[in-house]
């Protein structure tokens, strides 16, 4: 057996699945299949996304039905700059930073006060009240949204132009994202983190201020998915309030607990599910009967269902599940 | 005379119309061993949150190490050598026994704002928690889930994280709950031994631990401290015997 490939069959899995990702535009070039690479695109941003909304809610417990916010304004550091024809990247990676970190810091400071359901409603209502500022703003297109006509530039660094070089971005931001994340939650940091998850009274009877190392953890993980936004800005090309609706933040909360909440590869393998899905699942059901198109959500919805049911751990967990049963067979 | 190290005032605490803690003075002293032993329902565990600063209470003030604590919280007064052990078990379950007590060191051992280096490769982090697990002889479950050891074993792991966070006042409320004839022995054993390491406010039912443990001891009957004495006085006071002793002995 080679020796530097993960003894588990789930991180098996991981590793070849990353290989894959990393050289898919050779294998749709070669397929020539353009329109998937575009899918993998779209598809690994809202990765990243997740990926982001699962350190809080996965390790962190905090359950946010706002995050979709951060994907907006990521999307709109992009869009405003570029309104007014500027199009450097570093301006709008700064923007980006700054702002989702803000608005995290605002809006946490103010929601980690509160737990649970109470949680879920505040994150809602902040993300609401951003949708709507956007949705009033009509010198950026209000509810019609904002066309880029050109991707964030960064002379002398990479170029965002061009499908490939795009995907490029992305799929490096999505490893970054998963690196730091892996580091974040083993550390002294991610400990508290994941400690105030199981019993919020024990860690303060540590001595630990558990709310401020939740606000930490709500900014880091805002940055991230504004970066998030960021991308799919310059992936669209096109962008509107309709981005940080509640129902994108369901839909990222949808994607976390497919793939396997509080796990690092859970949302990229979740929100690879739900892409997939959402593409495929409305030809399968043409195919099927053709006047089914339209009704493809039900079956779609009674998938999530059984797997909030039955498969708990999400896809993740049942690769775990695997690995336990061949230990136990190799007993 | 030695300056008490804990000292209460006029406390009180009410939920609804349920009296908990009612005007309670108490001074606790260093190096002692101070028990409070009342009837169910009697608010010993409501003083303890008090004291710990999980609870606010409606009026008194606390003094720990001669500052007022009454308004700090409870993350800040275990900063300052509080330790609290829990009387429902409350360990972290998903965690192994050596992270569970590495993230008590954490908890007091400066900030835990660093980001980047596993907790799991730090090697002081390391020593300091098998040092606390061998003190209360839990080294060899050291890589076992805190969900997989005993409720016996728990306990044990309960009080070496409040040991961890190398602690000037240890609460500890009911730490024999649930254990056997053997496991309270060794229990007992090991908290006399701890004597000489820091002062200990102990909760408990069992009135053998208590009688062969405590330096003093105080009865909490509705609420408030009707005694407090040296356990020979209060064995032979009759209306602690009435109030509690008799009520169980009845």
Redesign the interface.
Known sequence: MMAWLPSSISGRCYCILLALLAVAPWIFQWADQPFLLDLLSRGLILAIAATSLNLIMGFGGMVSLGHAAFIGIGAYCVGIPAYYDLYNGWVHLGLTVVVSAAFALLTGAVSLRTKGVYFIMITLAFSQMIYFTFVSLEEYGGDDGLVIYFRSEFPDFLTMQGPVALYYWIFATLLLTLFLVH??V???????I??AK??E??????????YR?RL?CYVISGVICGLAGMLLGNFTGFISPEMMSWIRSGELIFMVVMGGSGFLFGPLVGTGAFVFLEQYLPEFMKFLNSSWLEYWHLPFGLLLVLLVLYGKGGIHGMLSKLDSKTQQSGQ | MTKPLLRIFGLCKSFGGIVATDHVELDILPGMIHAIIGPNGAGKTTLIAQV???LKPDAGQIEFNGHDITSL????R??LGL??S?QVT??????TVL?NV???V???DGH?????????KDPKMLDKGMTYLQQVGLADRAWHLAAEISHGEQRQLEIA?ALA?NPRLLLLDEPMAGMGLEESARMIRFLAKLREQTTILLIEHDMDAVFTLADTLSVLVHGSVIATDTVKNIRANPEVQRAYLGEEHA
């Open positions: 580091r974040l083993h550390s002294h940091f991610g400990r508290v994941v400690g199981h019993n009274q024990r860690m303060q009877s540590l001595g630990f201020d558990t190392y930490t | 710990s600063g999980a919280s409870a993350p800040r275990a900063q330790s609290r829990f409350s360990v972290f379950l998903p965690m992270e590495m993230l008590a954490q908890g007091t835990s704002y660093r980001f980047w280096r596993p907790v799991q994280m966070m």
